[in-house]
C-alpha cells in the first residue's frame, strides 16, 4: 500500500488548509487511519486518528476544536481539515494506515506511512 499526502503549504495564523491522503488500494478501507507531525527538532506527534468506517475519531488535545479527521472509503482517501492554524502547528505532516480497523494515537500502531507534507504557519 502506498500513501501518497497532498495539500500542505504556507499559510498565515488564524487561516485553514485541508490536507488529503490518498491510499493505492483499497486495503486501507478496513483498517483506520490516522495523521502524525513531525516539527524540526523534535519527535513525530499524534495528530488525529479515525476508525475503518469513521465513526470513531480521536484528537491531541492541541487540535480539538480546530483540525477535523475525515474519511471516504468510496476514493480510498482521508482528510484532515485544519482551522484556525497556528504558528505552532507547523510541522511535517503524515499519514499512515493502522494495523487495526480502530486507529489509536501510538505510532506503533501503524504500519504504512506517506512521506509527508510540509504545513508551514506565519504568524
Known amino acids: 500500500v502506498q500513501l501518497q499526502a497532498s495539500g500542505g503549504g504556507l499559510v498565515q495564523a488564524g487561516g485553514s488548509l485541508r490536507l488529503s491522503c490518498a491510499a493505492s488500494r483499497r486495503t486501507s478501507s478496513n483498517n483506520g487511519m490516522g495523521w502524525f507531525r513531525q516539527a524540526p527538532g523534535k519527535e513525530r506527534d499524534f495528530v488525529a486518528a479515525?476508525?475503518?468506517?469513521?465513526?470513531?475519531?480521536s484528537y491531541a488535545d492541541s487540535v480539538k476544536g480546530r483540525f477535523t479527521i475525515s474519511r471516504d472509503n468510496a476514493v480510498n482517501t482521508m482528510y484532515l481539515q485544519m482551522n484556525s492554524l497556528k504558528p505552532e502547528d507547523t510541522a511535517v505532516y503524515y499519514c499512515?494506515?493502522?494495523?487495526?480497523?480502530?486507529?489509536?494515537?501510538?505510532?506503533?500502531?501503524?504500519?504504512?506511512w506517506g512521506q509527508g507534507t510540509q504545513v508551514t504557519v506565519s504568524s
Open positions: 479515525i476508525s475503518w468506517n469513521g465513526r470513531y475519531t
Open positions: 499512515a494506515i493502522a494495523r487495526k480497523a480502530v486507529a489509536g494515537s501510538g505510532a506503533d500502531g501503524y504500519n504504512y
